[in-house]
């Protein structure tokens, strides 16, 4: 291993007042290098709601993770490998890295691409210690000029993505497309509802689409009708505030409902009518408040429903969304946000503004507005 | 069609204090014979929670339902059949009718073999009115001398069952054996959790061992230990009152739970660290409060786990079922009562005495004690 000619520095947060606008640009030590593990040079970094939620603390104190560097939807260029480097990842290579950036790499579920159910060592981008190697080291996110990790969970960015595209897909896109595949988006489950236009709800429709299923956006109003349309939606149901009323004639007329909404107050008998026998609701954002609306138990037994959560993508899940968006020329939605201005971005994420994903770009890296 | 030479007469519930033992034995107007009904003479009827929580109003008013003849695991012999009677039934057949006795039959599920998840038209053998022939008229369930109803939901007895172990098979066991199979029990599901040693959970012992699958009970106590493995099971687990200590250790070892339990309290969090990734937890008793225990979204989202629920079984399961008793010669556990003590029976059955199933003997009839 040899000493390199570059220095670790991103955009920290000290406490919970940094989802305002505080982020600190800091130099850390990362991990030390393993001979699995690669250096990126960060082009582009998404801004997940899940940044944000741990910023705040929206999910709990993070305690002695204070300062972190946040951020896990990280495409960059490969600068340095190993002698271990997986994913005959090579150095120049364009990569990107999700939410998860190590696992033990030995369990049931490790072995057959599941990582991300894996059963010990299940280690985050950002808030979170390596355990495998370089034990106790902190993880360190995107928001950063490079990025050190196992090369296991870098994937190689297909061309014909635009690199920047790509970057919110590794979580956002991910997160999705993981549970639209696992219930047979397009096959078995033809009809395929999403609750909820944002950033992971633009996905939803997008990669259901790109799978042959026949997508229904559900959202409180029609302001993002046009949107839904254009993302490849072929209906749109609006709950306004009664969703037994809305959802009238609409019983057991969806096979999958993704749930990208967090409202506890959600009418569940309302939603889960929708749904056909031996069909799912699978949450994939976890609410801040911990807690999910009520469910009756005569929806599920009645209607043989089934409500289920989803975990992010594996690698080799993400590879294969990766190669369905290359082939159906999907796109993202997209805003770009010089990561110079990190400290506008997030705030105007947290207001709601992003249609659909944040993309911070390091343009000193390289990276193209 | 000719008046027969037989009245129709059974144990009628009045009100909610019926379940205290006060049934009357009343003469009653079955419904009109349609050419695909088939008239029975009980042999055997068992007594199910059902039928205890419809006479105590536990799961609601019943209103016009009164007075109202209970029982919908019935066995008899065939007297009358119609000119479109299905199944190949003749006279003189030994066949059972379970909780449902119509449906629309031509719906996509009625279709496909899943009359249980009809999308109109669901007629339960009690507590009901016909609307596919004879509309309007009241369903009289088994605590009775004669049944009348749709062939479509009149399952042969293969030889080499008793009738009488036969008869509460037809809801206990298939409530239990419908997601047994739907999950894979034995093949994908190898390993499968029972939740409750009571009546219905007697069968989810004997049916997942019967198609193959390992089974732990899950129990309160250590009361039910052998009799759990007289039925077949290979583990027991006993919660006392700390769930989280003791299922430690056993985290990920079920890929199917079938609950038979309705406990409010119930610590959902320590249940589902059970359940392997992709893996369900599937409610088949519908709980008196109308209540689920809190499910903490995280167990669902990080652990790909479902809770769903199922809702008795198909004619066609019911076969299936039956030929697997009848191959493994698997027998039900039940005490039999004859069913002039009727008012005995019941309260004892509401007091938690059946090892595991009561079967009411029509001895007038020709049923065995």
């Given at each position: 291993m040899s000493a390199t000619d570059y220095k670790f520095s991103g955009w920290a947060g000290y406490g919970p007042e940094s989802v305002e606008g505080n982020l600190k640009f800091i130099d850390y030590e990362p991990k030390k290098f393993a001979e699995d593990d690669i250096d990126l040079k960060i082009l582009y970094c998404g801004i997940c709601a899940s940044d944000t939620s741990t910023l705040s603390e929206g999910w709990g104190p993070v305690g002695d993770m204070w300062p972190q560097v946040v951020g896990h939807e990280i495409v960059g260029e490969v600068v340095r490998v190993g002698s271990e480097t997986e994913n005959g990842i090579k150095k120049g290579d364009i990569v990107g890295v999700g939410?998860?950036?190590?696992?033990?790499?030995?369990c049931h579920y490790c072995n057959k691409d599941q990582e991300n159910y894996c059963s010990g060592g299940w280690t985050p981008t950002y808030n979170g210690k390596f355990s495998r190697t370089s034990q106790g080291s902190k993880t360190y996110g995107g928001y950063a000029n490079y990025w050190r990790g196992p090369s296991h969970f870098a994937i190689p960015i297909p061309a014909g993505i635009d690199p920047a595209e790509a970057a919110p897909l590794l979580c956002g896109g991910g997160t999705v497309y993981s549970p639209l595949v696992q219930y047979g988006a397009g096959k078995q489950a033809k009809n395929v509802g999403i609750i909820g236009l944002g950033g992971l709800g633009h996905f939803g429709v997008m990669l259901a689409t790109a799978l042959g299923a026949e997508v229904t956006v559900i959202s409180h109003s029609a302001r993002k009708r046009e949107d839904a349309e254009k993302l490849g939606a072929k209906h749109f149901l609006i709950t306004g505030d009664d969703e037994a009323k809305a959802f009238k004639g609409h019983e057991r007329s969806l096979d999958l409902i993704i749930c990208t909404s967090n409202a506890p107050d959600m009418n569940m008998q309302a939603y889960l009518s929708l749904i056909r026998p031996g069909g799912n609701f699978i949450l994939v954002g976890i609410p801040e408040t911990g807690k999910l609306p009520d469910i009756p138990p005569t929806a599920l037994i009645m209607g043989n429903v089934h409500v289920g959560g989803s975990l992010i993508a594996s690698p080799q899940t993400l590879k294969e969304m990766l190669a369905l968006v290359a082939e159906k020329k999907a796109k993202s939605w997209i805003q770009r946000w010089p990561m110079s201005k990190i400290n506008e971005a997030i705030p105007s994420m947290v207001a709601g503004n992003a249609r659909y994903r944040y993309v911070l770009v390091n343009e000193e890296n390289g990276g193209k507005m």
């Open positions: 939410a998860q950036c190590d696992s033990c790499l030995k």
